[in-house]
T-cell receptor
Framework: AQKVTQAQTEISVVEKEDVTLDCVYE???????LFWYKQPPSGELVFLIR??????QNEISGRYSWNFQKSTSSFNFTITASQVVDSAVYFC?????????????FGKGITLSVRP | DTEVTQTPKHLVMGMTNKKSLKCEQH?????MYWYKQKAKKPPELMFV???????INESVPSRFSPECPNSSLLNLHLHALQPEDSALYLC??????????????FGPGTRLLVL
């Protein structure tokens, strides 16, 4: 069975600080997909990134960067120079690519508060 | 344009009422999903429609009845709900058959309160 662990529950930082959100996953499959979603107070889950298990390249998108390490089963997310608008709940999720109807397994989420 | 819309944004209903939640997407996606999210919890999958056919029902009580009139629309009919059904109901869509590699795009949700 697949599992996603987000051990941090709440993180509070001051604006302009860098912050890393941790994600550790478990799966028996060799082919799988990892996702990060952002959920601001408005409620909508906003897709941030998808990474497949064969692509260990780190990715950078503006202030956001992701570090995928299969050796430690981790897919960590770093926000550089955080801003108040980054305040949200962040979910890491895992999906196995076994044909149709695969399901997303979410972690419990990390509540990030960025103070001015 | 990755947009999924949901109506209404908020809904208050009594336990004897019948109401419906509506979800619409115009991205040409063929898989649509309903999730339930309680406060401070991750979303929980309820139903998946793939090519307008129900492909997953996560043992959801029959007081929740999904309907997919066409590939762009997804409804969730509510009847005789309980106060514990109060939650944020999220709709999502993905490109094809609902396979694991597909990215799910979510709507803004309907906040439901059952009195």
């Amino acid at each position: 069975a697949q599992k996603v662990t987000q051990a941090q529950t709440e993180i509070s930082v001051v604006e302009k600080e860098d912050v890393t959100l941790d994600c550790v996953y478990e799966t028996r499959d060799t082919t799988y997909y990892l996702f990060w979603y952002k959920q601001p107070p408005s409620g909508e889950l906003v897709f941030l990134i998808r990474r497949n298990s064969f692509d260990e390249q780190n990715e950078i998108s503006g202030r956001y960067s992701w570090n995928f390490q299969k050796s430690t089963s981790s897919f960590n997310f770093t926000i550089t120079a955080s801003q108040v608008v980054d305040s949200a709940v962040y979910f890491c999720a895992l999906s196995e690519a076994k044909g149709a109807n695969s399901k997303l397994t979410f972690g419990k989420g990390i509540t990030l508060s960025v103070r001015p | 344009d990755t947009e999924v819309t949901q109506t209404p944004k908020h809904l208050v209903m009594g336990m004897t009422n019948k109401k419906s939640l509506k979800c619409e997407q115009h991205m040409g996606h063929r898989a649509m999903y309903w999730y339930k999210q309680k406060a401070k919890k991750p979303p929980e999958l309820m139903f998946v429609y793939s090519y307008e056919k129900l492909s997953i029902n996560e043992s959801v009580p029959s007081r929740f009845s999904p309907e997919c009139p066409n590939s762009s629309l997804l409804n969730l009919h509510l009847h005789a709900l309980q106060p514990e059904d109060s939650a944020l109901y999220l709709c999502a869509s993905s490109q094809g058959s609902g396979e694991g590699q597909e990215t799910q795009y979510f709507g803004p949700g309907t906040r439901l309160l059952v009195l």
